[in-house]
């Protein structure tokens, strides 16, 4: 079975980024398991995955703008530390997500004072490019709960 449009597939991955070193890797954990066609990857990696079959390895690299975007020099951002969510304690260095009217935003604390904290609004992954070694798993047609959701349920995917 090839993945196509409302399929369910699931694929191991490691992610590196253009020099090999290995950023992320679900080794030892679930396949990343999605519905695909429904924009739940990111688009360069979900068109590499069209058509392939359970077995097959592929490599596919991103280039920034495909990826996370470009590093943009006008990312530092002064924010009040009580909209930082996802921790404590904050710290120069640590990752927060912040609520923006874009929705949330994944950021990197750059100073601490009393209320207000400095923020680097560039994602983590911004301006890498990125290259998947890819190995799909599992390939199945989605449920018609899963269609109607948008998502892939079961170890891997989305949970209820
Ligand atoms: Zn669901």
Request: a negative charge; hydrophobic letters at 35%; charged letters at 20%.
């Amino acid at each position: 079975m090839q993945i196509t449009r409302d399929c369910v597939a699931s694929f191991h991955y490691v992610l590196k980024d253009e020099t090999g070193i290995e950023l992320e890797s679900s080794a030892g954990s679930d396949p990343m398991t999605y519905l695909h066609g429904h924009g739940s990857l990111l688009p360069g990696l979900e068109s590499a995955m069209e058509g392939k079959t359970v077995g097959e390895k592929f490599t596919v690299t991103l280039m920034p703008a495909d990826a996370f975007g470009e590093l943009r020099t006008d990312s530092e951002q002064r924010v009040p530390i009580s909209q930082l969510k996802g921790g404590r304690n904050w710290k120069p260095g640590m990752q927060a997500v912040i609520h923006t009217e874009q929705g949330h935003q994944q950021v990197t604390v750059l100073k601490v004072g009393h209320t207000m904290a400095t923020v680097d609004t560039n994602h983590p992954m911004a301006g890498k490019t990125l290259v998947f070694d890819v190995d799909v798993a599992e390939v199945r047609a989605a449920s018609v709960e899963e269609l109607a959701h948008g998502h892939a349920h079961g170890p891997g995917g989305h949970h209820h």
